[in-house]
Nanobody, 118 residues
Framework: QVQLVESGGGLVQAGGSLRLSCAAS????????IGWYRQAPGKQRELVAS???????NYADALKGRFTISRDNAKNTAYLQMNSRKPEDTAVYYC????????????WGQGTKVTVSS
């Protein structure tokens, strides 16, 4: 089972930037799809962005232009750069790894909380 550890969350003022990291254990990182999700209080978890093993990216329509997902396969780490933060970005952000070699196998991190103050 792959272990995912998110970091980089915290309190940031509206308009500021923040970069989240997701460090993965094991050797399957480079053969996986990484996704960042978020869950705001009282709301369902939603996809923020994803990146394929080859680097192709996908973003939630409402977040395009403010968020950038990237990955460094040599470091087994994925990132989510968040710019121009808004109070509605306040949520717990989760990292997800989907194994491309085993259908249906995925792992979740424990989440990192981001609070954006107005």
């Amino acid at each position: 089972q792959v272990q995912l550890v998110e970091s980089g969350g915290g309190l940031v003022q509206a308009g500021g930037s923040l970069r989240l990291s997701c460090a993965a254990s094991g050797s399957i990182f480079r053969i996986s799809v990484i996704g960042w999700y978020r869950q705001a209080p009282g709301k369902q978890r939603e996809l923020v962005a994803s990146i394929s093993s080859g680097g192709s990216t996908n973003y939630a329509d409402a977040l395009k232009g403010r968020f950038t997902i990237s990955r460094d396969n040599a470091k087994n780490t994925a990132y989510l750069q968040m710019n121009s933060r808004k109070p509605e970005d306040t949520a717990v952000y989760y990292c997800n790894l989907r194994d491309l070699l085993v259908l249906g196998r995925e792992s979740w991190g424990q989440g990192t909380k981001v609070t954006v103050s107005s």
